[in-house]
Each structure stands twice: as structure tokens, then as C-alpha cells.
């Protein structure tokens, strides 16, 4: 693959062109040159867009494509396809499919499914078998098959001593094990947060305190075995300041926030709209700005859309009957653009690359060529037509966005939305 990007302003704080309006010549899927004007002898295909800007790629820690299983929600083809037209070149994918993937063969499944994509597919493997919380699935076997992580995605591991045996074993192989942060016994039937807003609504409460318990013996553990623990989707201000008194203490352990949880609260519930019916449950504006500072200050160590395609059918029901999930691939960009600068958006949506095993590259001459496209100044209001996923469950319809992704160029390959 050979492209020419012209007029490019780099967004890389790594870069020594960074903030700097250069074209970009990529030959062979490499970055070759570097300059203020570069011709075209070649006629090398030309990439211009109206205010383009580049990155280093992006990175969602959290995706859910449904294949194998649910294929009427979202295949893996049509997931990776629209992570690319949402500027992401990596994906670290969940294991809640049917059958769940908790096998080496799982792995190389949806690995084969992934060959030759734009886009990085990094499987994540059951915690496990079945993802019944009951035994440990084939974790070594999984790692060596290329899972980068283990987890029961959004079941919580109620047996505490099923957790310490999974990060003492993990810890052999360096193995990242993560833990959906809920007391199942303090959540019950709760479907949207406790407070003000699920008394006046007539909804069961889902208390901050289910989260927090569940952080604070999780930590507990990770101290106890010096294992290595990653702890997705935080949605309270108690989780924000029980894990940086954690990092403050040296223990191996990082942690997630689902990007609707930082632009939305339960004050957004009135109409009972089933797409912001997610899980951690939408919290109190007080839990949004603690979330926002935790990002700003480094205790929080990346977002994540959370990308969870659910078919119409377990969607437009009763908001308590209603499946927990929203897409937000699509929306990620422009989400975050509305909260932070595009230095700030761009450098959350590039961390965490090593800790789910992806290849980190500064935009460099002599380095693969692993870059977003985007424009990060034109306002729009979201909508289907946004929406390149195959279900259209997003909690940001409607709402006004700034910034869109133009594209990627990953693999030696190069998708233009």
C-alpha cells in the first residue's frame, strides 16, 4: 500500500512534528517521509480531506461484535469495519458470544475471522469455562493461542477465592485478569443507579456501593497476590479514589470508564429510554465530574466505548425487560471532543495499547504507518446515518457531536469512511 496524506497537522506529542502541517508519504505500508511538501512522481494515491489531522491509531478496550452467535447484532467483518470508519486501528474484543470464548480454538476463531483486517482484533478470553464463574477456563492455553486478557465480560466474580487463584495463576504467564467491578447481592435487580431519580422514575436501584465494595476487595486480592489486575468500566467518584490510593501504593492495576458514563447521567432516564440502559448503570453528575478528573489526573487509564450491538428485539421493550447495552464506536470521537481539547481526546484514545499487548509507534519516518484520520472542528448532530453498525442501539442519537473520524491506515491498508 502506497498513499500520499497531504496537509496533514499531526496530533502526536511523541512526534517531532507534532502540531505541525505536513504531507505524509507511506510506501509499502511504512512512513518514508516526512516534509512540509512532498510531490507525487509515483502518482501514489492522494489522500486529502478539508482540516485533516493525524494520530497515532486509536485503541477501545472493551468491543462486543456478537460472532460467533449473535451474528444478528453484529459480525466480526462489520464490527472491524466500523471501528475503522470510527478511527480505531486496535480493538480488544469480549468473549460474550455463544459459544463464549473460552478455548484456544475459541481464540483462533475470531483471530482467523480478523486475518487481514485494517483493524487489530485482540481477543480477550473467558475468565471462566462458560463464563459461569464457576471454574477457571484454559487461560495459559488461551494467552499462547493470542488472547490478551481474561475476563467474564459483565458478571461479576461473586467467589473471592476464585479471583485469588485466577491472579496467582496468571501472574506465572504475566497474565492480565479483569474483574467486573459489582456485589451482585447489593445490586439485585437494580436497572439503573440508586438516587433521587430511580424513586421518582419507579425503578430499582442499583447502588454506587455495589460497585465500590466490589473495588475495594478486588484491590484487597490484588495486594494479597501481586497479581495483575485490570478493573473495566468504573462508574462512581468512591471507585476513582479507592484505585488511586491503589496506584499510590505501587499494586499492578489499572482501570477503564465507558465513555456514556462521562457525558451522561440518570437525569437522562425520564423518558425510559432503552438505549441508555448500559451497565454500570448511568450515575449523578457528581460521579461524571470525578470520573472526568480521574482521566485528567492519570488514575483512570483509558476509555472505552464499550461497544455493545443489541438487536432491536431485546431493545424496544419495557425499559426493566430491556438487554443492557449501548454501541459507541461511531460516537466515540465526537463524544469526547465535547469534555476535552483534541490534544487531551486523541491521548486517551491512544493509552493503554501495552496493556492488552498492542504495538505502540510515534509518527516517524521508518515507522509503520498506524494512524487515525479525523477532523476534530466539525459539529453535527448524531444520527442512523452515523451509525455503521449492523444494530442502531446508541444512547447518542440526537445528541450534538464535534469532531468525526475520516478514517485509518493500518496493516498496509488504508479505510476511508
Given at each position: ?19 505541525q502541517i505536513v504531507d505524509i508519504l ?100 473467558a475468565l471462566t469455562k462458560a463464563s ?6 484454559e487461560l495459559y492455553d488461551m494467552q ?274
Amino acid at each position: 500500500m502506497n498513499a500520499l496524506l497531504k496537509s496533514a497537522t499531526i496530533v502526536d506529542s511523541k512526534s517531532d512534528f507534532h502540531n505541525q502541517i505536513v504531507d505524509i508519504l507511506i510506501e509499502n505500508g511504512v512512513i518514508s517521509k516526512i516534509s512540509k511538501r512532498i510531490s507525487n512522481p509515483k502518482n501514489y494515491r492522494e489522500i486529502k480531506f478539508d482540516n485533516l489531522h493525524v494520530s497515532q491509531g486509536w485503541f477501545d478496550s472493551s468491543v462486543s461484535f456478537g460472532e460467533p452467535g449473535f451474528e444478528e447484532r453484529e459480525t466480526i467483518a462489520n464490527g472491524l469495519d466500523t471501528a475503522a470508519r470510527s478511527g480505531f486501528t486496535s480493538v480488544a474484543l469480549n468473549a460474550n458470544t455463544n459459544p463464549v470464548i473460552d478455548s484456544n480454538a475459541d481464540i483462533a476463531f475470531v483471530l482467523a475471522k480478523a486475518d487481514k483486517h485494517a483493524v487489530n482484533l485482540k481477543p480477550i478470553g473467558a475468565l471462566t469455562k462458560a463464563s459461569d464463574c464457576k471454574d477457571l477456563a484454559e487461560l495459559y492455553d488461551m494467552q499462547n493461542a493470542g488472547a490478551v486478557a481474561f475476563y467474564d465480560y459483565q458478571k461479576p466474580i461473586s467467589n473471592p477465592n476464585l479471583l485469588k487463584i485466577a491472579l496467582q495463576y496468571a501472574s506465572n504467564f504475566d497474565g492480565l485478569v479483569l474483574s467486573y467491578p459489582q456485589e451482585s447481592k447489593i445490586s439485585g435487580l437494580g436497572v439503573m443507579n440508586e438516587h433521587i431519580n430511580s424513586t421518582k422514575l419507579g425503578l430499582k436501584g442499583n447502588p454506587s456501593l455495589a460497585e465500590e465494595l466490589q473495588v475495594a476487595r478486588d484491590l484487597f486480592l490484588l495486594e494479597y497476590t501481586e497479581g495483575k489486575l485490570h478493573i473495566p468500566t468504573i462508574s462512581t467518584a468512591k471507585s476513582v479514589e479507592l484505585i488511586r490510593e491503589a496506584k499510590a501504593k505501587k499494586l499492578d492495576v489499572t482501570c477503564s470508564v465507558a465513555i456514556h458514563n462521562l457525558c451522561f447521567t440518570d437525569n437522562t432516564l425520564q423518558d425510559f429510554d432503552t438505549n441508555f440502559k448500559v451497565m454500570p448503570p448511568l450515575r449523578t453528575q457528581k460521579d461524571t465530574d470525578a470520573l472526568v478528573e480521574g482521566l485528567r489526573d492519570g488514575t483512570i487509564d483509558m476509555v472505552t466505548t464499550d461497544h455493545n450491538p443489541i438487536d432491536i428485539e431485546h431493545k424496544k421493550v419495557e425499559f426493566d425487560h430491556a438487554t443492557y447495552g449501548t454501541i459507541g464506536l461511531e460516537s466515540a470521537f465526537g463524544a469526547l471532543q465535547n469534555i476535552f481539547t483534541t490534544k487531551k481526546t486523541v491521548s486517551i484514545l491512544t493509552k493503554g495499547k501495552s496493556r492488552f499487548g498492542v504495538e505502540e509507534a510515534q509518527i516517524s519516518e521508518g515507522q509503520k504507518a498506524n494512524l487515525s484520520l479525523f477532523d476534530p472542528d466539525t459539529a453535527y448532530s448524531f444520527s442512523n446515518k452515523n451509525i455503521n453498525s449492523t444494530s442502531k442501539n446508541s444512547c447518542f442519537l440526537g445528541y450534538e457531536l464535534k469532531g468525526r473520524a475520516y478514517g485509518i491506515i493500518s496493516n498496509n491498508k488504508i479505510v476511508i469512511a
